[in-house]
């Protein structure tokens, strides 16, 4: 595992199945004072057995242990039972956020064609239409990366500057293994 710890450190970052490597090699989680899981709505086996594995830690080996869980969409107070010890349940935080309107239109996609120039189409149409940006997103590295470079390439061919991806954007979120990650 790449890692940029030191005694220093006071949060670290991991994917859920590391974390749940970490919590089974050491059950009491040593030097660790409080997990976060974010984005708990998004089920997944490692998510949820990892959620399941601190919640028992917490209360056979750990009650000093402080076990935070965040989603923008769940029911906060059906979660909150299933984290609580007590019969009130685990307190709620609530932080209303902003609505903006949101426009939903099926394009279609022909079988034959790629999925990522697909999407960057969906995007130039979007632009050309609307006043504003866009907010595009996918999971997984590699379609997002292939959509950024379909865009850029429109945007330098066409001078688009409104419509140029992030510089940012595929180091922010994507890279290879061994490759050098943005700092």
């Given at each position: 595992?790449?890692?940029?710890?030191?005694?220093?450190?006071?949060?670290?970052?991991?994917?859920?199945?590391?974390?749940?490597?970490?919590?089974?090699?050491?059950?009491?989680?040593?030097?660790?004072?409080?997990?976060?899981?974010?984005?708990?709505?998004?089920?997944?086996?490692?998510?949820?057995?990892?959620?399941?594995?601190?919640?028992?830690?917490?209360g056979a080996l750990r009650p000093d242990l402080r076990l935070v869980a965040m989603s923008a969409t769940l029911d906060g107070a059906r979660f909150s039972r299933l984290l609580?010890?007590?019969?009130?349940?685990?307190?709620?935080?609530?932080?209303?956020?902003?609505?903006?309107?949101?426009?939903?239109?099926?394009?279609?996609r022909s079988g034959d064609g790629r999925i990522e120039d697909a999407m960057a189409s969906a995007i130039r149409q979007?632009?050309?239409?609307?006043?504003?940006?866009?907010?595009?997103?996918?999971?997984?590295?590699?379609?997002?990366?292939?959509?950024?470079?379909?865009?850029?390439?429109?945007?330098?061919?066409?001078?688009?500057?409104?419509?140029?991806?992030?510089?940012?954007?595929?180091?922010?979120?994507?890279?290879?293994?061994?490759?050098?990650?943005?700092?």
């Open positions: 595992m790449d890692s940029k710890r030191s005694a220093a450190t006071r949060v670290t970052v991991v994917t859920e199945g590391i974390f749940v490597a970490r919590i089974q090699a050491d059950p009491e989680l040593t030097g660790v004072s409080a997990v976060l899981f974010d984005e708990v709505h998004e089920r997944s086996l490692d998510g949820d057995f990892g959620l399941a594995l601190a919640l028992e830690a917490q609580g010890a007590t019969e009130q349940g685990a307190p709620v935080i609530e932080s209303e956020g902003r609505s903006y309107p949101l426009a939903l239109r099926y394009l279609g979007a632009l050309r239409e609307a006043e504003g940006g866009v907010l595009a997103g996918w999971r997984g590295c590699r379609r997002r990366s292939a959509c950024i470079t379909c865009m850029a390439a429109w945007s330098r061919r066409r001078s688009a500057r409104r419509s140029a991806p992030s510089p940012m954007a595929r180091a922010s979120w994507c890279w290879r293994r061994g490759s050098p990650r943005p700092a």
